[in-house]
């Protein structure tokens, strides 16, 4: 069944192409490093957390160069971690997003506050949690709330920490509590045994999992306290007076961010409101992004009934009919 639904979304792309034949032109600049995420590593803020399925601020600039677009207002139906809402911005150009996925919301949400007016305010907390290290003398630990698939995907050690820093943000004003929440986040997969590998999330041979033919080894793991310092580190030295963020246009656009299916929220938007759409639409191949980004999901507190919702929604987009739900 599988293999006939790719074989007509193949003889579907081979018909629109037919179709649109004659306006189908080959850019030799849309090389890989433009279209993927990989040069959004050396930007600030969109290099905080790691994205792979998105596309680069750089290929945004280079569409919106191309299709002379200065104003406005744009259109990402899936947004994804908001690369297109906050490059279109620093355009002065509006954006409206919508993302499924609650870890995208995040990222968006976490970067938004983070360019905001509370930038300076967010800065001193940061430095001063890399420099005090609040979360070593906590007494107390927040449980790691997991999941079925996410259980036992970090050594002991590194759990504990991680609990102990979850526990130690809590004493932070709101602003910084989202940014340290944030920043945790951004190091699961880093400390883990854990690794996200196409539609799949593979696990290091020390994890304890039955595994496949070629056992996973991921090498030295960091700990919770060197990840967490090091991306600390990155993002202070995005957000200082002099660092990597200010030079970087401001954000000048409007971006309205709705959480939520595409299928539901695009018939509630006002018709022909929009100048552009820019976006990167579901994969065929039924991309798993609830068992990709579980440890994410996770931290976020998103509870076994709400991954189902969220595959059902997500299947939906993907192939017009739920897949039952998978063993974890």
């Known amino acids: ?76 139906p899936f947004a994804g ?27 968006i949400e976490a970067q938004r506050l983070a360019r905001s007016q509370k930038g300076a305010d967010l800065l001193e907390s940061l430095i001063r949690w890399r420099s005090e290290r609040p979360w070593l003398s906590a007494t107390r630990k927040r449980s790691y709330p997991h999941l079925r698939i996410t259980q036992g995907a ?5 759990q504990a920490a991680l609990e102990k820093y979850l526990s ?32 799949y ?13 070629k056992p996973l080894d991921k090498g030295r793991l960091p700990s919770f306290e060197e990840a967490i310092s090091n991306k600390l580190a990155q993002i202070i030295d995005d957000l200082r007076p002099s660092g990597r963020l200010f030079e970087e246009p401001p954000l000048r656009g409007d971006i309205q961010l709705l959480c939520g299916s595409a299928l539901d929220l695009l018939p509630t938007l006002k018709s022909a409101s929009f100048d552009g759409v820019i976006t990167s639409p579901p994969y065929a ?32 987009l993907h192939c017009g009919e739920p897949r039952k739900d998978r063993a974890q």
């Open 1 to 76: 069944m599988a293999q006939l639904r790719l074989s007509e979304v193949h003889l579907g792309v081979a018909r629109l192409e037919a179709r649109f034949a004659d306006r189908i032109k080959v850019d030799p600049r849309l090389t890989r490093q433009l279209v993927s995420f990989q040069a959004n590593k050396e930007r600030p803020i969109f290099r905080w957390f790691r994205y792979k399925e998105g596309f680069s601020a750089q290929l945004v600039e280079y569409l919106l160069d191309k299709l002379d677009l200065q104003e406005g207002c744009l259109l990402d």
């Open 81 to 107: 971690i908001g690369t297109t809402l906050f490059t279109a911005s620093q355009r002065g150009i509006a954006s409206v997003g919508i993302e499924l996925l609650p870890v995208g919301c995040a990222a």
């Open 154 to 158: 970090f050594p002991d050690s590194t």
């Open 168 to 199: 130690a943000l809590e004493a932070e004003p709101l602003p910084a509590q989202r940014i340290l929440h944030f920043a945790a986040m951004c190091v699961l997969e880093e400390v883990s045994y854990t690794r996200k590998d196409g539609q």
């Open 201 to 213: 999330l593979r696990w290091d041979y020390r994890s304890g999992r039955r595994l496949g033919s």
């Open 285 to 316: 191949n039924r991309y798993d992004y609830t068992r990709t980004y579980a440890l994410e999901l996770a931290i976020l507190g998103v509870d076994e009934a709400a991954i189902r919702h969220l595959r059902q929604q997500d299947d939906f």
